[in-house]
């Protein structure tokens, strides 16, 4: 019988290995990581030809023991905009001199940004079982980082308008790839562009 594992499985045993490194000096290794680059860049599909003003805002803001914790919108296209949480070590400030290293947070599969930060569905707080993402953008600002945590495209509060009275936990993220891929761009492009 012919399936679908035995055609992928056919198609990859076919590919040739197009961007293999095979550099024997530092020119030779700068001159492969910018094709690769290039490579993945285009793969990720079409972004937004226009960088749009982020024009942040801070919808709210709460302290939180060892840390700031702040809820926040930026533009990435026209008509898509981000919430996302900001964690902010305690005793940071933008008066204080000290850096803080940062990191971008991205929530798995669930209901979103709100699972990792702590939070339920609602925007409770999560007092029971922070579920297998373990609030893991908490232990990273307990950490000294500063932590934004975006709320991924087909999640949360960037579901599509159809998929909003539906639980939380189902996402929107099967339709609009498949949109996107229509339209010459992926959800992974998109994801990274925001």
């Known amino acids: 019988m012919y399936n679908p594992d035995t055609y992928m499985n056919r198609l990859y045993e076919q590919a040739a290995l197009k961007y293999e490194f095979e550099a024997t000096d530092k020119t030779g290794g700068q001159e492969w990581q910018q094709r690769t680059k290039e490579v993945f860049i285009a793969k990720l599909g079409s972004l937004p030809s226009v960088k749009s003003d982020l024009n942040p805002i801070i919808l709210e803001e709460k302290a939180m023991p060892g840390y700031r914790r702040q809820r926040v919108s930026y533009t990435t296209d026209v008509g898509l905009k981000v919430p996302a949480y900001v964690l902010i070590p305690e005793g940071s400030s ?5 850096r803080y290293p940062a990191v971008v947070a991205c929530h798995g599969h669930g209901y979103g940004s709100r699972e990792i930060v702590g939070l339920m569905p609602d925007g409770s ?52 790839s498949d949109n996107l891929l229509m339209l010459g761009k992926t959800m992974a492009g998109l994801r990274v562009y925001d």
């Open 94 to 98: 933008s008066s204080n001199s000290s």
């Open 125 to 176: 707080d999560n007092t029971g079982d922070p579920g297998y993402q373990k609030n893991f953008a908490i232990e990273l600002v307990k950490k000294g980082y500063i932590v934004i945590v975006p709320e991924l495209l087909g999640f949360g509060d960037r579901r599509l308008k159809e998929d909003q009275d539906k639980p939380m936990e189902e996402s929107s993220c099967h339709r609009i």
